[in-house]
């Protein structure tokens, strides 16, 4: 037990310390505290100057409440829990595999290492984007998942900020799933997990905004907001109670397995959930509504 509190400890203080240098340290590439401001102001800017909607405000509904969604998911919330919690748990699976004489070395089917760099990022990327595909479907599927998930939909004019409201179970639960399979594969260089990382970041941020994109014959391979935006219609389709086009960055997996839907062009649907209209409108409100909601709503 003590050294489970010495890495909770250890991680608090460890992602402190980054958390600090992030603010201070404009010199490196890598910095993801002024690489999200930087994407967030190019794909800002971009909404002003093409606006898809053209009556939506720049400061569109909620334009505040998701900036600070989007600080606070990505990085407040890791020194607060999701840094210790995922440390943790780590240690505690790989001391579970030590009982039966395993170790994640013996697990893994090979290393990104001894491939081009190239591959092995792609190989990160694919897995990664896939298992989070997944995880998505989940989400709306059961309905403890949804809870969660709703204030992610309770968006009601989609902007780029809206691409971080989530609650932050969301990322505990990705991480969850996704910790075996890239743990399986190994050997990933957190260097250029950066580079897949700022690229997920945009194509989310592109995905939400105001812009009426779909990258021509591309949009059968990424994500892009004419097909996202269906995604967070408050009308079901007609052949899914549980919603459609869960792609993260890219749309090719629901072209795969069928669950695709564009019925035509959604720039003016109505964006939501069934009772939506009670749903909490405040950040703590939101972050405690799955345990104090009297009913489900879906």
């Keep these: 037990m003590e050294k489970y509190i010495d890495l909770i400890q250890n991680s608090y203080y460890g992602y402190w310390r980054y958390l600090k240098y992030e603010l201070i340290s404009i010199n490196h590439w890598d910095n993801y505290f002024y690489g999200l401001i930087a994407i967030s102001l190019v794909v800002w800017g971009l909404e002003i100057a093409f606006p898809w909607r053209k009556n939506q405000s720049a400061f569109r509904k909620d334009f505040w409440l998701d900036t600070f969604y989007m600080f606070f998911n990505f990085f407040l919330l890791n020194l607060i829990i999701l840094i210790a919690l995922s440390n943790t748990a780590a240690e505690v ?9 395993l170790s994640l070395d013996n697990l893994q089917l090979f290393n990104v290492n001894k491939l081009p760099k190239v591959v092995g990022l792609f190989i990160f990327f694919i897995v990664s984007d896939f298992v989070q595909w997944n ?12 809870d969660f998930h709703k204030v992610h939909h309770s968006i009601k004019e989609m902007g780029f900020a809206g691409h971080l409201r989530y609650h932050w179970m969301e990322p505990v639960i990705y991480k969850s799933l996704l910790y075996i399979p890239i743990a399986i594969i190994g050997g990933f260089d957190v260097q250029d997990v950066v580079l897949v990382h700022f690229f997920a970041i945009a194509i989310g941020h592109i995905n939400h905004a105001n812009l009426g994109w779909n990258y021509g014959p591309f949009k059968y391979i990424l994500n892009n907001p004419k097909m996202h935006i269906w995604h967070h219609a408050k009308e079901l389709p007609p052949n899914s109670i549980y919603g459609s ?9 629901d072209y795969i397995f069928k669950t695709d839907y564009i019925p035509h062009n959604g720039r003016d649907i109505e964006l939501g959930f069934e009772g939506d209209e009670e749903f909490p409108t405040h950040f703590v409100e939101q972050t405690f509504y799955p345990l104090t909601k009297k009913k489900d709503n879906k």
């Design 135 to 146: 995880t998505h479907r989940l989400l709306h599927r059961f309905p403890l998942l949804w």
């Design 245 to 253: 086009n869960y792609g993260i960055t890219l749309s090719l997996w």
């Design 93 to 101: 699976f790989n001391d579970i595999l030590a009982v039966v004489g």
